[in-house]
């Protein structure tokens, strides 16, 4: 007999004996062994994919917020818009009032 022949009776041997025998202690814990490693590498197999997917859609909102850039980070930090600076001007209070009195004026106008 080959071992293959020699490892299916044995097989059928613990099959039909008690879960407790102690002459399959090794089938039983082969068994486990692959049943856990087979698992195991369903899992990491899922994780990779998952990974992978998420990986995707970041390089994808990297290059669509690549391609939406107006320019370069220097550049726009230099109009970037500062609360604290919102209000220097070198017009006088008055000439502030009117200005905004106008704008608002002229857009009363455009909507009617």
Same mark, same amino acid.
């Given at each position: 007999?080959?071992?293959?022949?020699?490892?299916?009776?044995?097989?059928?041997?613990?099959m039909?004996?008690?879960?407790?025998?102690?002459?399959?202690?090794?089938?039983?814990?082969?068994?486990f062994?692959?049943?856990?490693?087979?698992?195991?590498?369903?899992?990491?197999?899922?994780?990779?994919?998952?990974?992978g997917s &998420?990986? %995707?859609?970041?390089?994808?909102?990297?290059? !669509?917020?690549e391609s +939406?850039? =107006?320019?370069?980070?220097?550049?726009?930090r230099?109009?970037? &818009?500062a %609360?604290?600076?919102a209000m220097?001007?070198? !017009?006088?209070y008055e +000439?502030? =009032?009117?200005?905004?009195?106008?704008?608002?004026?002229?857009?009363?106008?455009a909507?009617?």
């Amino acid at each position: 007999m080959d071992w293959f022949q020699r490892f299916v009776l044995y097989t059928q041997h613990c099959m039909a004996q008690e879960f407790g025998f102690p002459d399959c202690n090794e089938l039983w814990g082969g068994l486990f062994l692959v049943v856990v490693c087979t698992v195991g590498l369903i899992v990491l197999r899922f994780i990779y994919r998952s990974y992978g997917s &998420w990986r %995707a859609e970041q390089r994808a909102v990297e290059e !669509l917020i690549e391609s +939406q850039r =107006v320019a370069s980070p220097e550049v726009m930090r230099q109009f970037q &818009w500062a %609360a604290d600076k919102a209000m220097e001007t070198d !017009l006088s209070y008055e +000439q502030m =009032v009117e200005k905004i009195k106008g704008e608002t004026s002229k857009r009363k106008d455009a909507y009617q």
